[in-house]
């Protein structure tokens, strides 16, 4: 679905990303581990197409389709979804009439899911404004729910978050990427659910906490914007856990 | 002050520029404007002018309104209330009927202020009359218009507009000229009363045209628990505007707010401030205003007076350029005589963040929808204590003009 081929990005006149490759098929969800400053950021921003970052080689292919050059609200028309680490707060614009916005193109009746995040309050203020950490994450997280893309970017969707909230952003992102199984009485076969789902995921974390939540199928290590390390999320968690990211520059050299 | 020497100082005014915005050439202008014809029935008036005029928030069908007082250039061609408890006069009829009215008339704003107080002192052209009995609610709106359409044509209006003890009172004023009207001069004097416990909101649209200068000269005194909420929105192309309204806070406990919304275009001059001065315990204000220049210069302005102690009042300010060639300037002021005081003002001109239209791209809007998006947001300002059916025709006027904006 997604497929990053030698990709260098430059911003502000500094080159931040160095041929990163990857492919992300269909209905997986791989997550993105690296320290501050690595490029994880710059990587999302760059798939999204934001003018600052610039693609000074390589390309990015969605859904067969080359998008290297595509705007952001085409690109976000096309299936790709994010949800922003530090959203801006825009004053006057309300957090409904984002929902409506994200609405557009998918038409469905929200407002189950704005009961399931439990942001009904949340509605006629604007977004952003004064929210805290974890209401933000609630309101991105809801914005790419009414949105629903094929595939989904989100910047650290765990940080800033309680523990309260943590567990229902954990279930909000399993929701959208189609990784809540049918509850018990339902008839639906949960394999088939895990084979027909098509919503991809990529999503940065610096901590890994969010892992105890959604099962995701590959994890990287980006390093000094490149990616360093590929394999099992779990493995690779747990590698850093233990010897932290100094062992993946060790590897690299 | 007797009137012959009211007369003999406003004669020696005549000449007298105001303190802030540019000077207008009196001699431009003509005085004379031939009567106009009443109407019964104001739904008869020419499609067009009731399209100019519902831009500035006036319903000639009267739908929605306590009552209407409508004057076209020199002439009131329609003066009507439906309720019972609130007035409307021409302030004419009033001075005759009220002679009390006298303690009421250029009592705030000294006829010698500036040449143009002494024009209208010396020239007067009507204006209305409005008061809700002691506590009489007014049910829908009273709206007023204020229209001009003869070139080089001044008009001279005072307004004097009263609520009385524990009433409430709520007026739309929509001043609009003829489209691409040639050079005009609106004078308009208000003086607002809020009695005890009473309260007025009072909006005002003004929907000029491209050459008019505009000279508003208001104050208001609010009594003890007495609430003054004045909104304006000027978006429409003018030549120039200068106004500086005052509210008195005399007495205990008694709140102001003022927010302004205003539109420089191209070739427009605009210098409007509101001050609010504190005189009394426990008195309250805000003044906010939202400032777009899309080209033209916008000078705001703002001052609290804070006299007395236990009083708390906040400015903001807040502008927005959109393109070169224009020029936002806030000037805010804040005046503490007391411990114990507590005034505050934020200010902040810039250009529409990039940030802010990523967001909205990246869920879906194209660069130009995300842009109005985000200035209709700015736009937007909550008012506390407006009437909703005021503050649905605030965002239709708002919204109607920024569509023509972006």
Redesign the interface.
Known sequence: MLVIENLSVRLFNRIILHGVNLHIPAGEVHVLFGPNGSGKTTLLMTI?G???YEVISGQIIFNGKDITNL???ER??AGL??S?QR??T????KTQ??LE??N??SQQDYRPLVEELNFQDFLGR?VNQGFSGGEIKRSELL?LLV?SPTLALLDEPESGVDLENIALIGRGINKLLRRQWPAEESAECRRKVREERKIGGLIITHTGYILDYVDADRGYVMMNGTIACQGNPREILRCIKEVGYEECVRCMI | MHDLEMKKRAQAALDKPAQYGPDVDLSRFTLIAPQESYQEDLSQLPAELSRQVLSAGIETGEKGRSGTYFQKNHSVIHCQIHQEGVEILTIDQALAKYDWLKDYYWKMIPPDQDKYTAWAYLNPHHGYFIRTRPGVKTLFPVQACLYMEQDNLVQNIHNIIIAEEESELDIITGCAARPRMRQGLHVGVSEFYIKKGARLTFTMIHNWAEEMDVRPRSAASVGPSGIFISNYVSMKPIHSLQMYPTTWLEGKDSLARYYNILVASRGSELDVGSRVILKAEGGRAEVVSRAISAGGNIRARGCLVGKEKDIKAHLECRGLILERGGMIQAIPELEGYLPGIDLSHEAAVGKIAQEEINYLMARGLPESEAIAAIVRGFLTVDIAGLPTELQAELNRVVEESEKTLL
Do not use: E, N, S
């Open positions: 999204m934001f003018a600052d705007p952001v609200y976000a028309q979804g994010l922003f959203p801006p825009i004053k006057g614009v009439q984002m916005i994200c557009r193109h604007d914005q949105q």
